[in-house]
């Protein structure tokens, strides 16, 4: 069984600060994507990162996959309290159809 | 309108009920799945759905009886259900399934379901 640890678990920090979070696995993936999903509602994609040592960006938010393809990192510059929610890594190339999830970060800015 | 939708929203039920959970999606893709959310684990892939024919059990127990009749429509019917059943039900789609990276997923809402 594939397993996808992220850390922390819990984040809250104050707006305008930074902050990174990570997914680390010892499995191989074909690529990993990076989702937030909000209280009462499904995840939403942010990014999907394929080729080991890709960096992408989306506003304020940085995703890193590691050059392995093992890990991943996801970095928030001058956080704002509508990044709020949860973040989880899922990925690919596990052998099977479907996606492998963390168990997420749950992130909160306060204004 | 809304890519991918799940009904009802909330559900509550009894151990000895039957009742369904139905998902469409109006993105033209051709795969689907279920998943499950609970406290404190990972979202766990249950069921998989490329061009109606199921490719995937990730070992569910027969108490939940996945079944697509056509590439926009999945259901999930359910009897006698535990306790340990309450999660969030979440559907997702993509353009196709396996493993390639391209076939992002879109997720609907979720089904909230408690069971008493």
């Known amino acids: 069984t594939q397993l996808l640890e992220q850390s922390p678990q819990f984040l809250s920090i104050q707006e305008g600060e930074n902050l990174t979070v990570y997914c680390n696995s010892s ?5 990993l994507q990076w989702y937030r ?21 989306l506003k304020r938010l940085t995703f ?11 970095h928030i510059t001058a956080a704002q309290p509508g990044d ?4 989880l890594c899922a990925a690919t190339g596990g052998g ?9 970060t749950h992130l909160i800015i306060q204004p | 309108e809304t890519g991918v939708t799940q009904t009802p929203r909330h559900l509550v039920m009894g151990m000895t009920n039957k009742k369904s959970l139905k998902c469409e999606q109006h993105l033209g893709h051709n795969a689907m799945y279920w998943y499950k959310q609970s406290a404190k684990k990972p ?3 249950m069921f998989v759905y490329n061009f109606k024919e199921q490719t995937e059990n990730n ?7 996945p079944e697509c009749p056509n590439s926009s429509h999945l259901f999930l019917h359910l009897h006698t259900l535990q306790p340990e059943d309450s999660a969030l039900y979440l559907c997702a ?5 396996g493993p390639n990276p391209t076939y992002e997923q879109y997720f609907g809402p979720g089904t909230r379901l408690t069971v008493t």
């Open chain 2, 59 to 65: 070992s569910v127990p027969s108490r939940f009886s």
């Open chain 1, 96 to 104: 099977a159809d479907g996606l492998t999830f963390g168990k997420g």
């Open chain 1, 27 to 31: 499995s191989v993936f074909s690529s």
């Open chain 1, 64 to 74: 890193q996959f590691g050059d392995a393809r093992k890990d991943s990192s996801l």
């Open chain 2, 43 to 45: 979202l766990e892939l």
């Open chain 1, 84 to 87: 709020t929610g949860l973040y």
């Open chain 2, 93 to 97: 789609s993509s353009q196709d399934a």
């Open chain 1, 37 to 57: 999903q909000e209280p009462g509602e499904g995840p939403v994609l942010l990014v999907t990162v394929v080729t080991g040592g890709e960096v992408k960006k």
